[in-house]
C-alpha cells in the first residue's frame, strides 16, 4: 500500500488538488497508455469530422468512459492499487469505489475545458469524492495541463456550471472563485494528479501539435449515497440504486481496498448502449449528441 508523505496530504487538504510524483513506473505508462490508445481508437473509429465540425464541448477532448469495462487491458490502471490507495488516503477513508473511469484525449489545437467543479454533476450525497488524473506523456502547460483555484474545495460551493455549452464559471469575475486565480500544474509521465470532487478545475487549450493523452478515475468513499439531482446517471442508474441507498453494486466497484492481483469483473454492457459508454462505438451512432438538459446532466469532465 502507497503511503503518502505527510506534506502532500496537507497540501490535498489546503488546496484541494495535489501531484504525487512517480506514483507510476516508465513500463506501466508505455504499457498503459498503449492500452489507452487503442480503446480510445475502437470507440472513436468512423469519427471523420474536423476538430472545428465538434461541438465546443467535444473540441475540449475526446471522452471515453468506462474503458475498464470493456477493454480489460486498461482495467488495471483503472483500478491501479497505489492509485486507489492514494486516493483514500487523500479523502481520509478506509475504502473507496470507482464511480467512472475516462480517457481524456484532447487534439492538437483543442480548446480549453472551461471551469467547474465535478461534483455536482455526480447524484452522490456526501462530498468524499476524488479524481486521479493519470497523465500518459508529460504534459506542460503549452499542451492543456490542469488548472485549479486553490483552496476552492471549502469555499461552500456546489454549482452546476454547463460545460457542455462552453459556460463555465467565470473565474475572472464570477463569484465563484472568489478572486483567487487558477494554478496551473505541469506533469510528467507517472505523476498522478489528484482533486477534490469541489474543487473548481479548468485545463488549457492544446497548443502543441500532439494529442494530450490522460486516463482518469474518479473514486468516492464507500457507503456514500444517491442523491436526489441531478436526476439521472448510468453510474447508479444501471443498477436502478435508488434515492438515499448506498451507492454499491457491480457498476462502481470497491477499488480500495483489494487483494493484490485481484480486480473486479466486467459487468454487463448497457442496454441501450450509450454514447461514449463501454460497448459503444461511433459507427453505433453518428449523429451529433443530444443538448444536456439541467435534470439530465450525465458525466463531466476532469480536464
Known amino acids: 500500500m502507497v503511503r503518502l508523505q505527510g506534506e502532500l496530504k496537507g497540501r490535498f487538504d489546503r488546496d484541494g488538488y495535489v501531484v504525487v510524483p512517480g506514483l507510476l513506473g516508465g513500463d506501466e505508462v508505455e504499457r498503459f497508455g498503449a492500452a489507452v490508445d487503442a480503446a480510445v481508437a475502437v470507440r472513436t473509429e468512423g469519427d471523420e469530422r474536423t476538430l472545428a465540425e465538434k461541438t465546443r464541448y467535444e ?3 475526446q471522452q471515453c468512459i468506462n474503458l475498464w469495462e470493456d477493454c480489460p487491458e486498461v482495467r488495471p490502471l483503472t483500478f491501479h492499487p497505489a492509485i486507489a490507495a492514494a486516493a483514500a488516503e487523500l479523502l481520509g477513508v ?4 470507482l464511480w467512472h473511469d475516462q480517457a481524456l484525449y484532447k487534439e492538437a489545437c483543442g480548446r480549453r475545458t472551461d471551469p467547474h ?3 455536482p454533476y455526480w447524484p452522490i450525497t456526501e462530498v468524499a469524492t476524488i479524481t486521479a488524473w493519470v497523465p500518459l506523456m508529460d ?7 490542469m488548472g485549479y483555484v486553490p483552496g476552492s474545495h471549502r469555499f461552500g460551493v456546489r454549482q452546476f456550471a454547463d460545460i457542455f ?4 464559471f467565470d473565474l475572472a469575475e464570477g463569484p465563484e472563485a472568489q478572486g483567487v486565480p487558477p494554478v496551473f500544474v505541469p506533469v510528467r509521465a507517472g505523476d498522478v494528479a489528484f ?3 469541489l474543487t473548481i478545475h479548468l485545463a488549457g487549450a492544446n497548443d502543441s501539435a500532439a494529442t494530450r493523452r490522460a486516463h482518469t478515475a474518479i473514486f468516492f468513499a464507500d457507503g456514500s449515497t ?3 439531482r441531478p436526476r439521472r446517471h448510468p453510474s447508479v442508474d444501471r443498477a436502478s440504486i435508488r434515492v438515499g441507498a448506498p451507492i454499491d453494486s457491480p457498476f462502481t466497484p470497491v477499488a480500495h481496498p483489494r487483494p493484490d492481483g485481484d480486480l473486479p469483473p466486467a459487468p454487463p454492457l448497457p442496454e441501450p448502449r450509450l454514447r461514449g459508454w463501454p460497448g459503444w462505438t461511433w459507427a453505433d451512432d453518428p449523429a451529433p449528441p443530444p443538448p444536456v438538459r439541467s435534470d439530465d446532466r450525465g458525466p463531466t469532465t476532469t480536464g
Not at 478506509?94 to 469505489?97: E, I, L, P, Q, T
Not at 504534459?139 to 495541463?145: F, I, L, N, R, Y
Not at 455549452?165 to 463555465?168: A, F, M, Q, S, V
Open 195 to 197: 482533486h477534490h470532487g
Open 94 to 97: 478506509d475504502s473507496v469505489r
Open 165 to 168: 455549452k462552453g459556460e463555465g
Open 59 to 61: 473540441q475540449s477532448f
Open 139 to 145: 504534459v506542460p502547460e503549452s499542451s492543456g495541463a
Open 226 to 228: 444517491r442523491a436526489e
Open 117 to 119: 467543479q465535478d461534483h
